[in-house]
């Protein structure tokens, strides 16, 4: 059942016929009061509810309603309908934990994708069972990645959007395509997207193609990244980093499920599933308005926190265990053993870079080891390992042991910036951030 809560009569109506007749179970109310009493006595699987009652534009009932529908009904998702004047009533709605909105008039087809993706959420639709799932290998058995892996089951089958967050290295990408392969999309592609690095006069061009002679260069038509993905996943990595000029356009087609590309006059639709990633702290972004908080919420209705490798110790050991024996299969040779005390250094090291700086550093020692057993010293280890002792202090916070990896891998390459790049596992581009962040200067 879906229960329908707006005090306009045509609304209720368009949406009850609309409903039905998609072979949905529509029941449509018209004030706050009988809204609570179906709260209180039904279990409705989706509740679309209006904003504002009584001509108010303030929305305080719409507001009251829908926190009185989280305690009544946790698990149902719930869509707000606002119209074009009232979107930041629509985000406090988000705030307040509804599953999304759409604005007065509405699309009917983009109405029901919404509709159904909400029901792909709630609780009788949204379970994996484990025999079924696909870890696309992601390694570990550390009680945090377990807790991130089951949120993955249960929303993998849905086309709800989902925003990963976590440091660099923290394997971001493989968690995205988890997400895909276990979902419908799976057959169809799964695209990659590094925001970062696109620059906002060349935004619309690479997201939404472009017709031949749109501008100086355009020799050809070409797709952009949303028509390549069409009928997949299109993952949006550092969207943290993406230019304010271009976070405008990524909303418009996150919202309307449409794109238009440059020099056409025909609109095309997205359809699309949307994974973001970044490292940034977007709750920062957004109060200091670097961010555009409607982006925010548009694309953070699922959140994943990765945690770093330094809170994974457990699964250390499984993946050496496994960068060993694939680097030694990527480069013909035999898989070297490794001595309990490499194998205790290594488990109690921070690893500013995570997971890839010790893929880096398991096939870096590898390549130079000729005696067919890896010491600690075949590693290279440009930080102390950290005292994981329960009564011990910490020397150092989190970012001066950061700071100090950053300066002894410097110096260790002699300041060659690739080369440490390497030695910490992360971009050359990651590297000139965190320098500047901390002002290491040669």
Same mark, same amino acid.
């Given at each position: ?21 998609? @072979?949905? %179970? ?6 706050? /009061?009988? #809204? !609570?009493? +179906?709260?209180?006595?039904? &279990? ?121 967050? @976590?440091? %660099? ?6 968690? /995205?395509? #988890? !997400?895909? +392969?276990?979902?419908?999309? &799976? ?256």
């Amino acid at each position: 059942m879906i229960l329908i809560v707006d005090d306009d009569s045509a609304v209720r109506t368009a949406l009850t016929f609309l409903l039905k007749r998609e @072979g949905y %179970n529509p029941i449509a109310v018209g004030n706050p /009061a009988e #809204a !609570l009493t +179906y709260f209180r006595s039904a &279990s409705p699987e989706l509740i679309i509810l209006d904003m504002n009652f009584s001509r108010s534009t303030s929305g305080e009932e719409g507001i009251h309603l829908l926190k009185q529908a989280a305690i009544f009904h946790p698990q149902t998702p719930v869509i707000l309908i606002t119209a074009w004047g009232s979107i930041d009533l629509a985000v406090e709605g988000m705030r307040n934990g509804a599953f999304d909105f759409i604005t007065k008039p509405w699309d009917n087809r983009m109405l029901l994708s919404r509709i159904r993706t909400a029901l792909q959420l709630s609780e009788k639709n949204r379970s994996v069972t484990e025999s079924n799932f696909d870890r696309v290998g992601i390694i570990g058995k550390s009680k945090g990645l377990q807790e991130v892996l089951t949120t993955v089951e249960r929303v993998a089958a849905s086309d709800a959007p989902v925003l990963i967050l @976590g440091e %660099n290295g923290t394997g971001k990408e493989l968690i /995205a395509r #988890a !997400l895909h +392969y276990n979902s419908r999309r &799976s057959e169809n592609p799964f695209l990659e997207v590094n925001l970062g690095g696109i620059p906002a006069s060349l935004f619309e061009s690479e997201m939404f193609g472009h017709a031949k002679g749109a501008f100086t260069g355009a020799v050809s038509a070409r797709k952009g990244r949303f028509e390549e993905a069409d009928g997949g996943t299109i993952f949006l990595d550092e969207i943290g980093d993406l230019e304010p000029a271009s976070q405008v356009k990524m909303l418009r087609v996150l919202q309307e499920h449409t794109f238009q590309p440059l020099g056409e006059s025909r609109t095309r639709r997205a359809d699309v599933r949307v994974i973001s990633a970044t490292n940034a702290d977007l709750k920062a972004k957004v109060e200091d308005r670097s961010f555009r908080e409607d982006l925010f919420y548009r694309i953070n209705l699922i959140t994943l926190h990765l945690p770093p490798l330094r809170e994974r110790r457990d699964d250390i050991p499984l993946l050496v265990k496994h960068f060993m024996q694939d680097a030694s299969a990527r480069h013909h040779i035999s898989i070297p053993e490794i001595s309990s005390e490499a194998m205790s250094v290594l488990t109690r090291l921070n690893y500013p870079g995570n997971i890839r700086q010790l893929k880096n550093m398991v096939e870096r020692a590898i390549l130079v080891n000729s005696s067919g057993r890896l010491e600690s010293e075949d590693f290279h280890i440009c930080e102390e390992p950290a005292t994981i002792s329960a009564t011990s202090t910490t020397p150092s916070t989190l970012a001066e042991l950061e700071k100090n990896a950053i300066v002894k891998a410097l110096e260790q390459s002699d300041w060659n910036l690739s080369q440490a790049s390497l030695i910490l596992g992360i971009t050359r581009q990651a590297l000139y951030r965190k320098m500047d962040k901390y002002s290491i200067m040669k």
